[in-house]
């Protein structure tokens, strides 16, 4: 029986140094797979599989919006109520600059820099979430609440 070692992502140790429970699930990472390719491989609901997006605001600052995996993020409304002109998905590299994690392994635990998270709000209504643990291939279980406790994100309703 092969036995799988979580790999030590700065993701990992935030959550064990906040002694969050958590489960790992490793599975075959496909290039732009997404969400899609997590759920298929585990077997659970693609909206319970939490995807980590890196945008910016019109002065170029950094953030964290954590969506539903089969939900779009609607920038317009999250512009409007974050109060920011515009907002916009960062390219892959600058995106890899601010959280140090690879598009595709994007965690929003351990980032590089801090940034503000924002997490649609009907992530908190579910029992158990999945989310990246900082390497492509690598996901995380948790609660919503054990998530909040970590990264006081600002609950915002941005999905369409």
């Known amino acids: 029986m092969t036995r799988h070692k979580t790999p030590v992502t700065p993701a990992v140790r935030v959550l064990r140094g906040e002694r969050v429970p958590f489960q790992e699930h490793p599975y075959a990472y496909e290039e732009n797979g997404g969400t899609a390719v997590f759920a298929r491989e585990t077997g659970v609901e693609e909206n319970s599989v939490i995807k980590t997006l890196v945008m910016e605001d019109e002065t170029?600052?950094?953030?964290?919006?954590?969506?539903?995996?089969?939900?779009?993020?609607?920038?317009?409304?999250?512009?409007?109520?974050?109060?920011?002109?515009?907002?916009?998905?960062?390219?892959?590299?600058?995106?890899?600059?601010?959280?140090?994690?690879?598009?595709?392994?994007?965690?929003p635990f351990g980032t590089r820099k801090p940034m503000p998270v924002y997490c649609e709000k009907t992530i908190m209504d579910l029992p158990l979430i999945y989310i990246n643990g900082g390497s492509r291939g690598f996901s995380l279980?948790?609660?919503?609440?054990?998530?909040?406790?970590?990264?006081?994100?600002?609950?915002?309703?941005?999905?369409?």
């Open 60 to 107: 170029a600052r950094p953030m964290i919006v954590l969506m539903h995996g089969d939900l779009e993020v609607s920038t317009k409304a999250l512009a409007r109520q974050i109060g920011r002109k515009s907002v916009k998905p960062c390219d892959p590299a600058t995106a890899n600059r601010h959280s140090g994690y690879k598009v595709g392994g994007t965690s």
């Open 141 to 160: 279980s948790l609660t919503p609440g054990d998530m909040a406790r970590v990264l006081t994100p600002t609950l915002v309703s941005v999905a369409r």
